[in-house]
């Protein structure tokens, strides 16, 4: 293998897959990054296993000539090392060339680095998938959708397949639920090409979701392809495809967790409900627990709480609209802020029914959103 | 007590102070926050019996009122706890009334905080310093020295003193040196009034410059008074008072530390050899000890590391300039790179005897500005 590639590009690439490498990995192959150089340009790969980035470095892009490829070829080089390097290298072009003993020398100006480089035959490979079920789904979009749900999985194994996000394909929606059984939140989106004759159901895991977000940039509202299979899940974006597989195993029905009745309806503003939890989340996270109380009786809303060693918060709220009866509750303010943080609309309609029942919360003018957290008993 | 003060003067004042607060000290009082309210403004102080940090607000300033004061009067507030709230809090305005029981109601906006305070007659005192003896120096030179010497302080408390950095004051120059006996930094600058009768000298801890740097702000040449006792330091600029208790025992004399002949004098761009041994280091520094080798012959310079495991790397530089013997030296890429990083000149000169014999770094066009590292045995 030889060729040369403009160092912005490849330090590009280099970021985009060591989202999926880890250096706590079992298989010593996988702390490596692949290079594959072809006739049409370079691509790098990295796997944890679990998810497999690929980043394609076309040879011409807008003009401008991003590879130069000699002799077509692969190599595995140390991830870590590799993605230092090309950040610090003095030049704007790198050359690579690997040796038929996989010793890679890598030179840029005046630097010249020899690497000992791994077997490429010896990398896993990634998943066949076939094209065939394809949908797709606005990048911004897809990233509200992940930001909106994927913070309720739960985060520990006890039940693993509640540490995934359900996503439901059917009628040209997609319709993502995420639940740790304290709380829940649930989007729904149209979808392109979503109209499968059958229902299509899958569990993707919250982690794949957050490193998914993360290559995703913000700067267009290109699409993203979605490819799904009965045990694997792939995105294509531009030149990047993430590959996660699916979590196995039952899904709970959380239809029936959410309560259709209420007692009492509350209209706020987001802002200012969730600066005055964070406020009293002050002295809240003191106390082990993180409770705060919610008093509202007519249009007064008062969240406080206390500690005992270090003193009281009281705030108070206007409420926009009161409907229903008076009422007292608590609840944890780290749950309360996480959804009411991923609500963008100016206000929110909370919905009670009793202090032992569940909270329903939905941005004012926005069918498509629903989270519920669990209250917590105190008096 | 009772008073009310602008939310963004005390939040800046409770930053300031905070850096003097550590949560780990073994006097519970000390995790506090002292306020004191007088007809002047409101002072703030923070401490950890090490560093003092006082912070005063004035009742007018710039025609702006800061500060309201009712009655006069002190208060231990729990520190970590009140300045998160006095950042979360929602108006402009935050009113402070304390009872006879110190009981504070802090209150902003529709916020109210009631905050178990502490009894103020049980916060130590500030040292008293007598203020005869002060002298003055520009606060971005002085930020300037203390970057340039302190990270040479020893972090090991196997002999205290030279964790601290030795200031000494003669004719009208302050002179600071600080080293851990494997690198030495020194820098002298002048400084207003400083024609003192005797020579003064004190050791300066290393922690205490750190933080009085973080709460020097950038945007202004004003001055900053210094005055000096047999065992504290006190820096005072506009508002805040910073105190700081100084080392006991002899500093050592590094005087004869430093050679005065060289057998190899190299001129070499500072920003480009400093990137030459930060890529060497990333192979260097997967080995343990983290050493680059130079080799220097006429003006051609190469600096290189290697990694059983992982490789090799060479970097060639052209010095500006080539004096002496051809020479070949191993040393440590962190000591050099810290050195180097330090210096805002455009060239460097580096001054070598032997192998085995310190090395002095000195910026082209600065005098008052010297550098020492020793070189490592490697061949």
Same mark, same amino acid.
């Given at each position: 293998m030889k060729c040369s590639v403009q160092k912005d590009k490849l330090a590009e690439s280099v970021n985009q897959v060591m989202k999926a490498i880890s250096t706590k990995t079992t298989i010593p192959i996988l702390t490596g990054i692949k290079l594959t150089a072809g006739m049409d340009g370079l691509t790098l790969t990295g796997s944890n296993s679990d998810i497999s980035i690929k980043s394609y470095i076309p040879k011409l892009e807008d003009d401008r000539e991003n590879v130069v490829v000699e002799t077509a070829g692969s190599i595995i080089l140390p991830s870590r090392l590799f993605s230092e390097l090309v950040r610090k290298l003095p030049d704007e072009n790198i050359n690579i060339e690997v040796d038929a003993r996989l010793i890679a020398k890598i030179t840029s100006g005046r630097s010249e680095f020899t690497l000992n480089g791994l077997d *490429?035959?010896?990398?896993?490979?990634? *998943?066949?998938?076939? &094209?065939?079920?394809?949908?797709?789904? +606005?990048?911004?979009?897809?990233?509200?959708?992940?930001?909106?749900?994927?913070?309720?999985?739960?985060?520990? !194994?006890?039940? *693993?397949?509640?540490?995934?996000? +359900?996503?439901?394909? #059917?009628?040209?929606?997609? &319709?993502?639920?995420?639940?740790?059984?304290?709380? #829940?939140? !649930?989007?729904?989106?149209?979808?392109? @090409?979503?109209?499968?004759?059958?229902?299509?159901?899958?569990?993707?895991?919250?982690?794949?979701? /957050? &490193?998914?977000?993360?290559?995703?940039?913000?700067?267009?509202?290109?699409?993203?392809?979605?490819?799904?299979?009965?045990?694997?899940?792939?995105?294509?974006?531009?030149?990047?495809?993430?590959?996660?597989?699916?979590?196995?195993? /039952?899904?709970?029905?959380?239809?029936?967790?959410? *309560?259709? !009745?209420? $007692?009492?309806?509350?209209?706020?503003?987001?802002?200012?409900?969730?600066?005055?939890?964070?406020?009293?989340?002050?002295?809240?996270?003191?106390?082990?627990? @993180?409770?705060? $109380?919610?008093?509202?009786?007519?249009?007064?809303?008062?969240?406080?709480?206390?500690?005992?060693? #270090?003193?009281?918060?009281?705030?108070? #709220?206007?409420? &926009?609209?009161?409907?229903?009866?008076?009422?007292?509750?608590?609840?944890?303010?780290?749950?309360?802020?996480?959804?009411?943080?991923?609500i963008d609309a100016e206000n929110v309609k909370i919905y009670f029914i009793g202090p032992m029942r569940p909270i329903i919360i939905r941005p004012v003018g926005d069918e498509n959103i629903l989270m519920l957290i669990l209250p917590i008993r105190t008096f």
């Open positions: *490429p035959d010896e990398y896993p490979n990634l *998943p066949v998938i076939n &094209e065939k079920d394809v949908f797709s789904i +606005k990048k911004d979009l897809l990233k509200d959708v992940i930001r909106q749900t994927v913070y309720a999985v739960s985060l520990s !194994e006890t039940r *693993p397949v509640l540490t995934g996000v +359900k996503w439901t394909l #059917l009628d040209g929606k997609l &319709e993502c639920v995420a639940t740790d059984s304290h709380r #829940l939140s !649930e989007r729904s989106v149209p979808v392109e @090409n979503g109209n499968t004759e059958d229902t299509r159901e899958m569990v993707v895991p919250g982690s794949s979701l /957050n &490193e998914l977000s993360k290559i995703l940039d913000d700067d267009d509202d290109q699409v993203v392809d979605i490819v799904m299979t009965s045990n694997q899940i792939l995105f294509k974006s531009s030149n990047v495809q993430f590959y996660s597989r699916l979590l196995d195993g /039952n899904y709970p029905d959380t239809s029936r967790l959410i *309560p259709t !009745e209420s $007692k009492t309806v509350l209209t706020l503003s987001t802002k200012d409900l969730y600066h005055a939890i964070e406020r009293a989340s002050l002295l809240a996270k003191e106390e082990r627990n @993180n409770v705060v $109380k919610l008093r509202a009786e007519a249009d007064e809303v008062e969240i406080s709480s206390q500690s005992l060693e #270090l003193g009281r918060v009281f705030e108070t #709220l206007r409420a &926009e609209k009161f409907e229903g009866d008076a009422l007292r509750i608590s609840f944890s303010a780290k749950f309360m802020m996480d959804a009411l943080g991923k």
